[in-house]
């Protein structure tokens, strides 16, 4: 934690008076206590003070997935203010040591916050190497770790990846990671990125991969299982990779061969696909949620397999998790609030590919939307100015109103601005916040450019406004009263379930 001018004053002057004049008690550092970044989401995510370049997670997973993972993760990072505490988010594991520059460390754990103590205070601007020895316990149901039948995946969207390895776990701040994985010689393991080396010693396998892209912490994901990993080719050149239960690679098969022709779809519609690599990791695991986890999605195998899932709404879905990689991965949310971005977009993008290829209008999804709209904001807030949690409860962010009721934003934007400057927005959007986070304040401004025009009246009513305005070009179009939770979302099947079920928050409110 920094410590005040004031009381670094304090103690200079203490220390040039001590031969003239008795010395006095020290002055006790105040407790340790959870710190945040300010998003008002969520108070104590994030910390202030530095920024994480790359993190490496050394995971050793002994077999048995109802036990705790032993686990170092080393932090490089630069600090942006002097420190004497390093807060890291960091809770559900045990801490065995800690390092700061090769140095031992005090620390003690405060909230959710695990609070170090290096041996000298950090000077603002100076490179900073964390090492945590600790433990990754994959048990409970509060996110991180998902167990399935035959091993783990992760989970860590918004706020558990703090529940799997110590971080700044808060989008803000994205970093290069590069995963070291130890299981039983039996089991494959697969991480965000590209492998870099697979280790053999004795009755173990250390697989490594490495991302080639910054990330957001809740965007990493481990796979640990009895796995087949699938390769083909995507377009130009992509490698396509799929991580799939062994068992089920011929059944799965028909679903995985449509990815390339997939991102080639995406690509058409804003640009270059974003990273490395990209695949579908089907685990089975009854999650109730697909999670667009960076360079590798994670899906529910009972998605593809459960007959009463129409192809369609299938097709939906993996489409809606591959528009994340450019929405929400590579162009990432600087604040929660700012959420409205990642999954408007990916779920526009769903409609669209649900009009061209499932003869699912869009004008009548987006009509359907319209007359929720309003309810679906009086349940949780506009798109862009989501209700904070009451104090004791988490929030529940994954609520229809920053799914289709986002995408019904954008699709008043391009019936504002017309549709070939609508797509000159998307794809400018893309390239010029690629890799890095942005916020609302700056979609707009750059919607106001490509437009030529000030856009700020219209986005105010339609991104913080308590009614959904009138929608350009449908001035019959009305809302109405309903009850704020139906559902709206994703195109449904009969007997499927709708959106907000399919993708919810990791914890319920």
Do not use: C
Not at 272 to 282: A, K, Q, V
Not at 328 to 333: D, I, K, L, M
Request: glycine share 8%.
């Amino acid at each position: 934690m920094l410590l005040t001018s004031r009381r670094l004053r304090a103690a200079l002057l203490a220390a040039a008076s001590a031969t003239l004049v008795a010395a006095t008690p020290s002055v006790a550092p105040p407790p340790p206590e959870p710190l945040g970044i300010g998003d008002p989401l969520f108070p104590t995510l994030g910390n202030p003070g530095y920024d994480v370049l790359t993190y490496d997670l050394d995971l050793t997973y002994g077999g048995d997935n109802t036990e705790p993972l032993d686990s170092v993760t080393k932090i490089d990072a630069v600090t942006t203010q002097r420190l004497e505490r390093i807060n890291l988010d960091f809770t559900h594991g045990v801490v065995r040591s800690v390092r700061v520059n090769g140095e031992p460390a005090t620390f003690a754990t405060a909230g959710e916050d695990l609070v170090v103590t290096p041996e000298r205070p950090l000077a603002a601007g100076a490179r900073m190497a964390v090492t945590v020895s600790h433990t990754s316990d994959p048990r409970g149901t509060a996110g991180g770790w998902v167990r399935t039948t035959d091993g783990l995946v992760m989970a860590n969207q918004a706020d558990a990846g703090h529940r799997v390895f110590p971080g700044n776990d808060h989008p803000a701040d994205k970093a290069y990671f590069t995963f070291r994985i130890t299981v039983p010689e039996n089991l494959t393991a697969v991480a965000n990125g590209l492998p870099e080396e697979k280790n053999r010693a004795g009755a173990t396998t250390t697989w490594t991969y490495r991302t080639h892209h910054p990330m957001a912490t809740e965007l990493a994901q481990v796979s640990i299982g009895k796995s087949a990993v699938l390769h083909r080719e995507g377009p130009r050149g992509l490698p396509v990779r799929d991580v799939v239960p062994a068992a089920d690679v011929a059944k799965l098969e028909p679903w995985l061969k449509k990815t390339p022709a997939q991102l080639s779809w995406m690509e058409e519609q804003v640009g270059p696909y974003p990273f490395e690599t990209y695949g579908l990791l089907i685990a089975t695991a009854r999650t109730g949620f697909e999670l667009e986890t960076q360079t590798l999605s994670l899906f529910e195998r009972a998605l593809f397999t459960r007959p009463e899932y129409a192809e369609s709404y299938v097709d939906a879905i993996m489409v809606h998790e591959l528009a994340h990689q450019w929405f929400g991965n590579s162009v990432t949310p600087r604040t929660w609030s700012d959420l409205w971005l990642n999954e408007g977009h990916a779920s526009w993008y769903e409609a669209l590919y649900a009009e061209q290829y499932g003869k699912k209008p869009l004008v009548e999804r987006m009509r359907s939307a319209y007359e929720l709209s309003d309810s679906w904001r009086a349940g949780g807030g506009p798109p862009a100015a989501p209700q904070p949690p009451t104090p004791g409860h988490q929030i529940s962010l994954f609520r229809p109103v920053v799914y289709d009721g986002s995408a019904l934003v954008l699709y008043a934007l391009r019936q504002e601005i017309g549709a070939s400057a609508f797509q000159r927005l998307e794809r400018l959007w893309v390239r010029k916040h690629r890799d890095s986070t942005a916020t609302t304040a700056d979609f707009t401004a750059l919607a106001s450019d490509v437009a030529g025009r000030d856009l700020s009246g219209f986005f105010r009513v339609w991104l913080y406004g308590k009614k959904t305005p009138p929608m350009p070009g449908h001035p019959d179009w009305r809302t109405e009263t309903t009850p704020a939770n139906r559902p709206g979302g994703r195109d449904t099947a009969p007997g499927a379930a709708p959106d907000t079920a399919r993708e919810q928050p990791v914890k319920p409110e």
